[in-house]
């Protein structure tokens, strides 16, 4: 076949699968070269990336994308890494603050999540089976799927509320402290009782 410009080659019909192999000149030494060693292990610049089928795989943990070339706003930047995404669910349990046990509905015992970055977002309703003299000014729900991060002058800290009923509501409010993995309803443990169905929503950053 004569030489031709690449600019006058048939438009390829199938996609390269990177096994093709090319001839390269390297310290005047033509050698063969696959499609996947012309980008394996190197950064790749580009304007825009469509991907049509598949998806974009991180390969190595603690990697995403990097936002770093937009601005940041007034308070202090820590980070503008979008390094982990993820959703599913998770089993809670029930437990007073002094004494006693509280007995989970194991058709209504899983709550769904979704974490973006270290932001994890929770949601659901639970109910409770059974109590058996629940005692404390508090009880918990447990089972979150991510521990609350420790972060500077407590800013870790979580607040949410707790929807409970019908009409009207009852809003209990609830805590997540650093390093918990458990959100501390501010309610007498002695208010739980079979039938007991409060609907969750709420965030936190996870360590």
């Given at each position: 076949m004569?030489?031709?410009?690449?600019?006058?080659?048939?438009?390829?019909?199938?996609?390269l699968?990177?096994?093709?192999?090319?001839?390269i000149v390297?310290s005047?030494?033509?050698?063969?070269?696959?499609?996947?060693n012309?980008?394996?292990?190197?950064?790749i610049?580009?304007?825009?990336?469509?991907v049509?089928?598949?998806?974009?795989?991180?390969?190595?943990s603690?990697?995403?994308i990097d936002f770093?070339?937009?601005?940041s706003?007034s308070?202090?930047?820590?980070?503008?890494?979008?390094?982990?995404?993820?959703?599913?669910?998770?089993?809670?349990?029930?437990?007073?603050?002094t004494s006693?046990?509280i007995?989970?509905?194991?058709?209504?015992?899983t709550m769904?999540?979704?974490?973006i970055?270290?932001?994890v977002?929770v949601?659901?309703?639970?109910?409770?089976?059974?109590?058996?003299v629940?005692?404390?000014t508090?009880?918990?729900?447990?089972g979150?799927?991510f521990?609350?991060?420790n972060?500077?002058?407590?800013?870790?800290?979580?607040?949410?509320?707790l929807?409970l009923?019908g009409s009207?509501?009852?809003v209990?409010?609830?805590?997540?402290?650093?390093?918990e993995?458990a959100?501390?309803?501010?309610q007498?443990?002695?208010t739980?009782?079979?039938?007991?169905?409060?609907r969750?929503?709420?965030s936190?950053f996870?360590?």
């Open positions: 004569a030489d031709s410009k690449i600019s006058a080659l048939p438009a390829s019909t199938t996609p699968a990177g096994t093709e192999v090319l001839p390297q005047s030494t033509t050698k063969q070269v696959s499609v996947a012309l980008t394996a292990g190197r950064a610049s580009a304007t825009e990336i469509t049509s089928t598949g998806n974009v795989i991180i390969g190595t603690g990697k995403g770093a070339i937009t601005s706003g308070g202090t930047m820590t980070s503008e890494l979008l390094a982990d995404y993820e959703e599913g669910t998770f089993i809670v349990t029930m437990a007073p603050g006693g046990t007995t989970m509905d194991s058709a209504y015992q769904a999540y979704t974490k970055g270290r932001l977002m949601t659901g309703e639970i109910v409770v089976a059974s109590v058996n629940p005692v404390g508090v009880y918990y729900i447990q979150l799927p521990t609350c991060a972060l500077t002058q407590e800013s870790g800290t979580s607040g949410c509320s929807i009923g009207p509501f009852t209990i409010p609830a805590t997540i402290g650093e390093g993995t959100i501390t309803v501010r007498a443990a002695s739980v009782a079979a039938n007991w169905n409060p969750i929503n709420f936190y996870a360590a």
